[in-house]
């Protein structure tokens, strides 16, 4: 149980174009979901945090309007990287946190971003 | 404020030797901690949690972690090293249970032959 997947693995993009990552909890309802990245060799930064129904909360230097994330549903978050520049290629990885899960957080596989 | 120091950014065994990663923290109150593995290009697994039950806590594939108030410390251990245990492990520390997750820098494990 407790499974987190994202969609794409891997993605390409120009420069200037959006991308957009899913992340959804398979077995089990998030209320909460959370947003980080990773660089080469680095920890896991939290971008923002998000809750069904409502804005995220963005942490401190991440630029809400670059990354657009959207929980529409219980089992589904959206991040999306707005006229995306090569700084931004990275590793995006989601997590969801839900009753079901027992509290803990479940970690997606991760999306590589490549911007050209 | 919430902090984890993991002491080493590296730590090399050999095979069927004991393993050792070591983890402090910094919390105001009385934290979950989490140890979680990120093989390659990975995302991460949980391997064991503390949420104030026993300090002595037992997770997936043979590791445990004993949390120890008084050192702040929740050291990773496994008996016996095996190669597939060749991976980043992260240690993070929580305010409470489902809050913020403070990740600790990781620290590579490489597993020799």
């Known amino acids: 149980g407790a499974v987190v997947s994202q969609h794409p693995s891997r993605v390409i993009c120009k420069s200037g174009t959006s991308v957009k990552i899913e992340c959804r909890s398979l077995?089990?309802?998030?209320?909460?979901m959370f947003w980080y990245r990773q660089f080469p060799k680095k920890s896991l930064m939290l971008m923002a945090t998000s809750n069904e129904g409502s804005k995220a909360t963005y942490e401190q230097g991440v630029e809400k309007d670059k990354f657009l994330i959207n929980h529409a549903s219980l089992t589904l978050s959206t991040l999306t990287v707005t006229s995306a520049h090569p700084e931004d290629s990275s590793f995006y990885i989601c997590?969801?946190?839900?009753?079901?899960?027992?509290?803990?957080?479940?970690f997606g596989p991760g999306t590589r971003l490549l911007v050209l | 404020a919430q902090s984890v120091t993991q002491l080493d950014s590296h730590v090399s065994v050999s095979e069927g030797t004991p393993v050792l990663l070591r983890c402090n923290y910094s919390s105001s109150y009385s934290p979950s901690l989490f140890w979680y593995v990120q093989h390659p290009n990975k995302g991460l697994q949980l391997l064991l949690k503390y949420t104030s039950a026993a300090t002595l806590v037992k997770g997936i594939n043979g590791f445990e972690a004993e949390f120890k108030k008084s050192e702040t410390s929740f050291h990773l251990t496994k008996p016996s090293a095996h190669m597939s245990d060749a991976a980043e492990y992260f240690c993070v520390v929580s305010e409470f249970q489902g809050g913020k997750l403070i990740f600790g820098q990781g620290t590579e494990l490489s597993v020799k032959p």
């Open positions: 077995d089990f309802q998030a209320t909460t």
């Open positions: 997590s969801a946190l839900g009753q079901g899960a027992g509290e803990t957080q479940y």
